[in-house]
């Protein structure tokens, strides 16, 4: 079945190799689940500061895969002249988004430079993906813990930017049903099942969040492509559910006919 991955990284962890940590083999593990595209970010946008370069390379390397991969690009805006980022991941390089790493970039969502993030974002039609987690407690470097983002202030902030499209990656578990209610309402929010735990976890996951807000998300290479297909086999789902999850949802948050335009344009 047809497969839109919206949670995927090109690039090499800095603490451990992964099986898929180079894009060819990153590419034969779409193909043999039946993934026609993946959303990518840059794990190397984690952690350097020349973010210009980082976009740039990928942009570059998402261009020999049109179609197939699309770029996010990386911004933070505790960098200098980060505005200048935002305007080059949307004006040259036609990425469609941007990925967020607030808890490697230093600041929180209650911090007012994440809604000037988010207000440039919006004015330029981006959708915004915000990670919560890149890599599980238990296994993360002793001296380089990195905590959860917390989404706590997220409702509020969004409440500001009513036209925002924002995909939450790897924090599905994370708000309580209260937080969880408000931040649907708050605005135009998906969520992806990446890091959810447990037999049937994408079928609990749609007891507090509709159908038509869950994206199929791996975090590949972090994670493997099986754990993501699995939980939704394991939670059988109707059939038009489970395509509204593997594509459909995403399909209608980023067309594809304007992925792909944006994906092989270079300014």
Known sequence: MNTIDTNAYLGRWPFRRLPCDETPRLLERLDRHGVTQAWVGSLEGVFHRDLAGVNARLADECRQHAGRLVPFGSVSPKLPDWQEDVRRCADQWRMPGLRLHPNYHGYTLADQVFAELLGAAEQRGLIVQLVVRMDDP???HPVFPVANVDLAPLADVLERFPKLRLVILNGAEQPRREALRKLLSAGRVWFDFATLDGLGCVERLLKSVPDTQVVFGSHLPLLAMESAVLKLKE??????????????NAQRLLPAAGTKERATQDD
């Open 138 to 140: 238990r296994v993360q």
């Open 235 to 248: 939670s059988f789902l109707p059939k038009d559910q489970e395509a509204a999850i593997r594509h459909g």
